[in-house]
């Protein structure tokens, strides 16, 4: 590519607009522009990067098995329906209507659709396990877009979903995929963690995200300084070094209100994640047959005696159920022996279609069907309160038994996730097993933030002259510079040539013959982040030489005209 048939777009000035360093880099590299909230055009040298994202992340999904697929991006809300999602979603869903005023949805994940394929596609025991993916645009109607393409509306996400006839088979899959997104990450040169996620809150389900850590992360990790074991705290906001530690029994107290509110308004109240919100609010739809009564559960690490509390089943069916002691509900979580399982604070809610309204408080484990009632919060549970959880800090006990915690920060760049039978079921997808018998599917699903990753990328690899891309994503590996190439016709031969042996050697270069000074084509390619910089100057080519510049390291190197290509490779 040569700069004067390309568009660069770099623009000198940092935006005012932009907070994080990888929002104020795209916009000044020229690698995306805003359209609107939370949207974004990207600009050539944007694509580029997106693109070499996605092909890694294909490479590894077809060599673990999985085979791609395109699904559409506008839904129709009967699916939505069938799932028990119209009802359970936030203003997160955006819906609309079309001529013949049906409803539909901007597709912010795919479950549904999917779903629906395979149980229109899949009828034998024979076909499974199959696992699908797309890379694809999503709209979600975040409720604080920020940091540019960090938290868009609109993004692009990989998401993968597999079916199974039972658990053995889904976890197989599920470890594919756990292996497959690390050498995603492995080859994206990210420096990354895959952490335990916010699984407690529905029913022990398997989940693991992956973080690339970084200060500007929205997440805050929890990791065991003697062991493997790495967390979400999906509480992060309250990790904030500023600011008091909020009081547990107030907020509890405001949210106790009737008429709280819809689930972005509850959740702030909390002062937790809307996702925790919505997560758990999807998984617990099943729990009520009405679809009217809905759940929001708060996750709470530690021990506590429950021995006092009444339990009774959330669908209303009175069976009264005496939890014996903390061992019975570490097992309802599904939490080790010896070890302290996550238990759920749950919250009563009364949701209808537009709106979600606080009636009163449950608490309970984790496990659907299991929760206790009528409990108040600082005669029963006093040691549990909300502050607790947002209250950890780097230095309390491991919840895996083995040491400290340290707590980063991190950006959420995947995320898998065991479903269970959860679409499955609610939409009726089986097969015919191998007695002949109809047997809901199992499901899984893999998700990747592809252009958050390129965002992500830009957090870890910068410098104050502009991004570093690793190798693997850069959006050209070489910016070749002549300097004064319109006053030397042996620079402009030599470069030329250069540009074509490179070329045809498969590696991305950058040529650039615009008529700039030196001074501002350097800054150019530093800004983009071009790994590698080939300069071709008169005094070097008396020596039959060219000066060749490592992005990352800053190390200059003479190099034989004869061997440049070679050298890169
Ligand atoms: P978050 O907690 O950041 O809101 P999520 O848990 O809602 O993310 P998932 O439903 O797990 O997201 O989606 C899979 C992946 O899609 C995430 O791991 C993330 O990398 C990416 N993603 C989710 N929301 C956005 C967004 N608004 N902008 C860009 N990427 C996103
Ligand atoms: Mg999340
Ligand atoms: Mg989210
Ligand atoms: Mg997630």
Known sequence: MRTS????????????????????????????????????SYLPTGVRVLRKVEEIVRQEMNKAGAIEVLLPMVQPAELWQESGRWHTMDAELLRFKDRHQRDYILGPTHEEVITDLVRREITSYKQLPLNLYQVQTKFRDERR???????????????????????????????????????IFNRLGLDY?????????????????????????????????????????????????????????????????????????????????????????FVLAEADEQGKQQLVALVLRGDHDLNELKAEKLDGIASPLQFANDEQIRALCGAGAGSVGPVGLNIKIIADRSAVHMADFVVGANKDGYHLTGVNWERDIPQYQVADIRNIVAGDPSPCGFGNLIIKRGIEVG?????????????????????????????????????RIVAAAIEQNHDEYGIIWPDAIAPFQVALIP?????????????????QQLTAAGVDVLFDD????????????????????????????????VEYKNRRTGEKVMLDIATVVTEIQ
């Open 193 to 281: 963690r895959p952490v335990q996620a916010d699984s407690g809150a529905i029913g022990g389900s398997v989940s693991h995200e992956f973080h690339v850590l970084a200060e500007s992360g929205e997440d805050a990790i929890a990791f065991s300084d003697s062991s493997d074991y790495a967390a979400n705290i999906e509480m992060a906001e309250a990790l904030e070094p500023k600011g008091e530690r909020p009081a547990a029994t107030k907020a509890l107290c405001e949210v106790a209100t009737p008429d709280a509110g819809t689930v972005s308004e509850v959740a702030a109240l909390l002062q937790v994640s809307n996702s925790t919100i919505a997560k758990t609010l």
């Open 415 to 451: 995320h898998i996730f065991q479903l269970g039978e959860k679409y499955s079921k609610a939409l009726k997808a089986g097969v015919l097993n191998e007695e002949g018998k109809h047997q809901t599917m199992t499901m899984g699903c893999y998700g990747v933030g592809v252009s």
């Open 5 to 40: 048939q390309y568009l660069l777009s770099t623009v000198k000035e940092t935006p005012s607009d932009a907070e994080i360093i990888s929002h104020k880099l795209m916009l000044r590299a020229g690698m995306i522009r805003r359209l609107g909230t939370g949207m974004f």
């Open 483 to 499: 300097m004064n190439m319109h006053k030397s016709v042996r620079i402009a031969e030599v470069t030329e040539q250069l540009y």
């Open 514 to 545: 615009r008529r700039e000074r030196p001074g501002v084509m350097f800054a150019d390619m530093e800004l983009i982040g071009v790994p590698h910089t080939i300069v071709v100057g008169e005094r070097n080519l008396d020596n039959q030489q």
């Open 145 to 183: 877009p920020r940091f540019g393409v960090m938290r868009a509306r609109e993004f692009i996400m990989k998401d993968a979903y597999s079916f199974h006839l039972g658990q053995a088979s889904l976890q197989q899959t599920y470890d594919a995929m756990y292996s497959a997104y690390c050498n």
